[in-house]
Nanobody, 123 residues
Framework: QVQLVESGGGLVQPGGSLRLSCATS????????VGWFRQVPGKEREGVAC????????YYADSVKGRFTISKDSTENTVYLEMNNLKAEDSATYYC????????????????WGQGTQVTVSS
């Protein structure tokens, strides 16, 4: 069974950094598309950073470009999201997701989701 478990969220001051981890199991990571998403209550879930398998590129939301970095360790079956220079508007529940196809970075394209980890950026 495909499973994803996020960790690493927490409370951080503006300008601080966090590293989120997504431990995966039940599938071979290298053959799946993976990405990070976030959601604020009352708003639609949005793609933050995704590996785009169709062309081998990485998608980043404009709001996080230059600050966030997605990476993966296929040996450990883990996906990471390094978040630097965090801003209050980055506060959200962050989810990792995967799909056996080759989606972009739209939430509806992904079939498997973790439970999420909360990130709160505040003084």
């Amino acid at each position: 069974q495909v499973q994803l478990v996020e960790s690493g969220g927490g409370l951080v001051q503006p300008g601080g950094s966090l590293r989120l981890s997504c431990a995966t199991s039940g599938f071979t990571l290298k053959y799946y598309t993976v990405g990070w998403f976030r959601q604020v209550p009352g708003k639609e879930r949005e793609g933050v950073a995704c590996f785009i398998r169709t062309d081998g590129t990485i998608y980043y939301a404009d709001s996080v470009k230059g600050r966030f970095t997605i990476s993966k360790d296929s040996t450990e079956n883990t996906v990471y999201l390094e978040m630097n220079n965090l801003k209050a508007e980055d506060s959200a529940t962050y989810y990792c997701a995967t799909d056996p196809g080759m989606p972009g970075c739209w939430p509806l394209e992904y079939d498997y989701w973790g439970q999420g980890t909360q990130v709160t950026v505040s003084s």
